[in-house]
């Protein structure tokens, strides 16, 4: 089993910066491809990132590229989310997963609880 626990997220403002992080234990991350998904109010949870169990590979949703980073320190046991120029839109509780497989909603094996990121002035 793998228990992963996000940080990071709080009140920041339009354009401002953030960096996420998400620490495993149980098992080693190098096993699998991880991603960071989103759930804003009112709506339904999202992708927004992935990267593959070598870290060589990415995928971000339209909406961030340019402006999110996902990144992974197998050493650590632990996945970024670097998150620049954030905008309101971007506020949701962020939520870090673990995938054997594809890196999809349906398919991921271990969810976090969550961090909650806020962007207003």
């Known amino acids: 089993q793998v228990q992963l626990v996000e940080s990071g997220g709080g009140l920041v403002q339009p354009g401002g910066s953030l960096r996420l992080s998400c620490a495993a234990s149980?098992?080693?991350?190098?096993?699998?491809?991880m991603g960071w998904f989103r759930q804003a109010p009112g709506k339904e949870r999202e992708f927004v990132a992935a990267?593959?169990?070598?870290?060589?590979?990415?995928h971000y949703t339209d909406s961030v590229k340019g402006r999110f980073t996902i990144s992974r320190d197998n050493a650590k046991n632990t996945v970024y989310l670097q998150m620049n120029v954030l905008k309101p839109e971007d506020t949701a509780v962020y939520y870090c997963?673990?995938?054997?497989?594809?890196?999809?909603?349906?398919?991921?094996?271990?969810w976090g609880k969550g961090t909650l990121v806020t962007v207003s002035s």
């Open positions: 997963a673990a995938s054997r497989g594809a890196v999809v909603d349906y398919a991921m094996d271990y």
């Open positions: 990267i593959s169990v070598d870290g060589r590979s990415t």
């Open positions: 149980g098992r080693t991350i190098g096993n699998y491809g």
